[in-house]
């Protein structure tokens, strides 16, 4: 099996629709975008670090907002418009990269991973149960979609630590820490893999748990695996 790949850590200079960007710094790196007002970028509101006063500020609303409300989700996305400048961080260390997307294609992101897209992308969000109950609960946790329907698009991701990929092969399988995953294509499978006691007195004690994904297709694997605590 070849292991997974480092992501590039710093991009000089690179194209999205509309956009021209670049990803710098080192503990907790930016995103900084130059927008020729042919396509807007959203985001969510608290990941901006600073702006052009001229780019203008809207909501973008979400599909399926009442679900969203009750599970104590965001409602709206933020979107910029018009010429001009801006960037954008977590309040976090970790690595800022971006997934091209060719017309048709789509990829799913782990909850809050997300840092902004082009407007050229259409989002959703569903939540994954039965995965790792043993530490997720049963209500399982969000993994945000973004569709490349109409047009090419980008979605930039901030992961903690370091973030490498692995591209699986058809029927290809890997094992990962349940906090280590960042995203993955469609096309992959993910299920829980226990190793240790199922059953007896001591049934639980010393598991180890990890989500075992089955290709085709990319996951991508952060260093720093984290659990964001679930919502009900």
Known sequence: MNPPELLPTRIREAQAPGVTYRIEGELVPMLHCSLDGSMPVYFEHHVVLWKDPQLGIRLRAVRGAARRMIAGRQVFLTEARGRGEIAFS?????????????????????????????????????RLRGITNNLFGDNGFWVD?????????????????????????????????????????????????????????FAGVGQLIFNRFRGP?????????????TQD
């Open 145 to 201: 979609k973004f569709e490349a329907r109409d047009a090419d698009g980008v979605v930039w991701l901030h992961g903690y630590g370091n973030v490498l990929e692995k591209q699986l092969e058809d029927g290809e399988e890997i094992d990962v820490e349940p906090g280590g995953w960042v995203y993955m294509d469609p096309t992959v499978r993910m299920r829980p893999a226990v190793y240790g006691l199922r059953t007896g007195v």
């Open 217 to 229: 297709g990319r996951v991508g694997i952060q260093t720093m695996y984290l659990h964001m605590p």
């Open 90 to 126: 977590r309040d976090a260390p970790g690595h800022v990269f971006p997934l091209e997307l060719p017309r048709q294609a789509a990829i799913l992101v782990r909850e809050h991973q997300f840092l902004a897209a082009t407007g050229s992308l259409r989002y959703s969000a569903s």
